[in-house]
């Protein structure tokens, strides 16, 4: 074996699903061999029973399965009356389909500070963004962790907004015993496959227990149509296919399992990275059942970038979530937002290896050789 293979194989990856795949091998073959015999493809039996499986795990009274994260988000906004000339109130230290779901309606992005603990959208900074143009506030549970839903209740309760859960990392997770997507009045949810239930492809789900927000989503998930070749809407092509719906019945069982080990991998990383010096451990807030989809930690003084390069060429895989907040991207920049809370996270945050099946000795890899590292940079 020469060095460069040893190297490979020494690699720790920031999320490994061969494990996954390894351990339902059978289970995900065999559904997907049975979609293969049925010939059918699209809007077939696996999507029927997935979201009434979905709706009856999260508690909610519709699970109307799409084509992806984004496009929950865009239709979700369409179906609760946000168009041209609204304004939707978020965080800008998100993905950017978040944004792009309201541009992609025609409204504007309001962007507020995040609170510096759970890194979420502050709610205590909400009310002064507000305006006669206000619609929505889409908190994005960011990471795995919950959004503090009860003060956003409030104020929407209090303004008539629409509240638009984006539970792309957070499928499972809880606020104060409720599952996140079910406390709003809608839950968009991402399965890319990294996500903590993931398809082996594209795929989302919107959630709702408004009878007509439900039915205008699945009129615009095919074309705007009630029945084929009838269309009374400007509708969307956002289908989840019948082999992704089939391989996510597989794993949703296995869910609360997986989100338990991710939460033991955290509380792991946290009594070890307690004695690490120049590296601060995620916050849990107290409302919070926290699903660890990225264990993300600070990294203060300026260092972040150094030990990120530093842990990559030591074979240990890490990602930024996020490098630029959504306000700095060329696209909102013209906005002029200054977000010091925001900009300050995303030039310290950096997110660890986690799976549900990471062993104990890549954990304790991992933490060794971050220690090293930062010991070196305060010599």
Not at 45 to 60: D, I, P, R, S, T
Not at 116 to 134: A, G
Not at 252 to 268: F, T
């Amino acid at each position: 074996m020469n060095k460069l293979e040893a190297r490979k194989l020494e690699t720790i990856p920031i999320l490994n699903l061969a494990n996954e795949i390894d351990e339902l091998w059978e289970e995900i073959t065999s559904a997907i061999q049975d979609v293969l015999r049925t010939g059918t493809f699209i809007m077939g039996k696996n999507v029927q029973a997935f979201e009434q499986e979905a709706a009856e795990y999260l508690g909610v009274k519709h699970a109307i399965s799409l084509n992806s994260g984004t496009d929950a988000l865009v239709l979700g906004l369409i179906a609760a009356g946000v168009g041209p000339g609204d304004e939707v109130i978020t965080t800008s230290f998100t993905f950017f389909a978040t944004a792009e779901a309201i541009s992609h309606v025609k409204a504007k992005p309001v962007f507020v500070d995040i609170d510096p603990l759970t890194m979420n959208i502050d709610p205590s900074q909400i009310e002064s963004v507000i305006t006669k143009n206000t619609k929505a506030i889409i908190p994005v549970h960011l990471f795995g962790q919950a959004a503090d839903m009860g003060k956003i209740l409030e104020i929407s309760a209090k303004y008539d907004l629409k509240v638009i859960e984006d539970v792309a990392q957070a499928f499972g997770g809880k606020y104060l015993g409720a599952n996140l997507g079910t406390i709003g009045d809608i839950g968009c949810y991402s399965f890319f496959p990294s996500k903590n239930l993931g398809a082996y492809g594209d795929g989302g789900l919107l959630t709702t227990n408004d009878d007509g927000i439900a039915e205008v989503v699945r009129m615009l998930r095919v074309h705007g149509s009630r029945k084929k070749y009838y269309n009374e809407l400007i509708g969307y092509n956002s289908r989840l296919d019948e082999m992704q719906a089939a391989i996510l019945r597989v794993k949703l069982p296995y869910l609360d399992e997986w989100n338990k080990k991710r939460q033991s991998v955290a509380g792991y990383y946290n009594e070890m990275l307690q004695h690490v010096h120049g590296v601060s451990s995620p916050f849990k807030a107290p409302y919070a059942d926290h699903v660890y989809h990225q264990y993300t930690v600070r990294i203060a003084e300026g260092r972040r970038d150094y030990v990120h390069q530093a842990l990559k060429e030591q074979g240990i895989g890490t990602m930024v979530y996020y490098p630029t907040p959504v306000h700095k991207l060329p696209v909102y920049a013209h906005l002029r937002y200054d977000l010091p809370q925001t900009s300050r996270a995303s030039e310290e945050v950096i997110s660890l290896p986690i799976w549900p099946q990471i062993k104990r000795d890549t954990l304790e890899t991992v933490v060794a050789t971050l220690n090293t590292i930062l010991q070196s940079t305060y010599v």
